[in-house]
């Protein structure tokens, strides 16, 4: 960098690499670490993935096509809203998904599915098959079925390399359940439930020791991703877990919907919502938290979670999942032990 002596000051490029990397690791939230890459030039050839400190995943606001110049994202990490503006690859898209580290899945109007970085503008390369969830049966291709995505969920953070890699899976308007192996570009997207009767409709899904598992109606589903001969990955129904009678609970008098399920210190948890009106008045709690424990005869029951402990809990349209908070904080308002839902405004 040069000033009016035409002396040349050194710039942040110039800086050794360890004394960067010091400085990018003092930076607590996503958008100051977004800055410091756009004013050191190499940081990002010198900085591995794995060194990036972020905790907390990015909660994105606004399901319009139109309207993605007004989109938001709430950094947890700092706590604030943030206006952001997206890759131009990734405009026009629906944000239905996203994991830590900034990573979210967007779609087309076409359906085809993107994963990208919002903090470092990357994007994971995927094959034709994955671009397009679809089926292939017979029942499909009769129909005028859409195949609209609901929610995409992250087995793993999309460019892991280690064990089986990633899986993502997705809720689909009548295909219901697809799932597809990123590491496995050539077999695309299987789903489960489409062409038959079954009258599953997922209201949402999670992966709890990576194991799948979907809500439905009055039942938690658990599913085993395997394999055959004639295709790398199979999902199959492995086990059915029904939930106390009725798909909610009364406290004081208030109906609670059960409305996510998630993982929580390695076991599945659901968070039942109740409506606000109603709480209100009866000045009753506006979520209830259920785990699900094994029982000594073999089967399952709900047990009521009276402390998240380290964690907190962060619900949204697309996106529910329990996250521990280290010890020393957060430069923000996150706090251990609470509930953070993030509400979509049309």
């Avoid at 129904?237 to 609970?249: D, K, Q, R």
């Avoid at 709900?302 to 809990?313: F, I, M, Q, R, Y």
Wanted: some cysteine; proline content about 6%.
């Amino acid at each position: 960098m040069s000033v009016g002596d035409g002396i040349r000051r050194p710039s942040w490029s110039d800086l050794p690499d360890d004394n960067l990397a010091d400085v990018y690791h003092r930076l607590s939230s996503a958008p100051d670490r977004a800055r410091f890459a756009c004013v050191c030039t190499s940081w990002r050839r010198i900085a591995p993935p794995p060194l990036v400190p972020v905790l907390l995943p990015w909660t994105t606001q606004g399901s319009d096509r139109k309207g993605y110049r007004r989109r938001r994202a709430l950094d947890l990490e700092s706590g604030m809203p943030t206006r952001i503006q997206l890759p131009w690859f990734a405009r026009g898209k629906v944000l239905v998904g996203s994991y830590s580290r900034g990573w979210v899945a967007a779609v087309s109007k076409h359906n085809q599915l993107m994963i990208i970085n919002l903090s470092s503008g990357a994007q994971l390369p995927l094959s034709n098959k994955q671009r397009i969830i679809g089926c292939t049966c017979m029942a499909a291709a009769r129909s005028a079925w859409t195949r609209e995505v609901q929610k995409i969920i992250f087995s793993d953070y999309p460019d892991s390399r280690s064990g089986e890699g990633c899986i993502l899976a997705a809720i689909t308007v009548h295909l219901k359940l697809a799932v597809c192996r990123v590491s496995s570009p050539d077999n695309g997207w299987l789903t489960q439930g489409c062409g038959t009767d079954d009258d599953k409709l997922f209201m949402d899904i999670a992966f709890c020791k990576g194991e799948l598992y979907g809500l439905a109606h009055h039942q938690v589903y658990k599913f085993q991703i395997g394999a055959r001969k004639d295709s790398p990955h199979v999902v199959t129904t492995a086990a059915v877990i029904p939930i106390e009678s009725s798909p909610y609970v009364h406290k004081l008098g208030v109906a609670y919907h059960i409305r996510y399920i998630f993982e929580l210190h390695g076991k599945l948890t659901m968070a039942l919502q109740a409506d606000y009106e109603k709480v209100h008045r009866c000045e009753a709690r506006y979520f209830v938290v259920l785990m699900l424990d094994a029982t000594p005869c073999g089967g399952y029951m709900w047990t009521e979670v009276t402390t998240l402990g380290d964690n907190a809990l962060f619900l949204s349209p697309t996106f529910s999942q329990a996250m521990e908070v280290p010890p020393e904080g957060l430069r923000s308002e996150v706090e251990r032990n609470h509930i953070y839902y993030f509400i979509q405004h049309e």
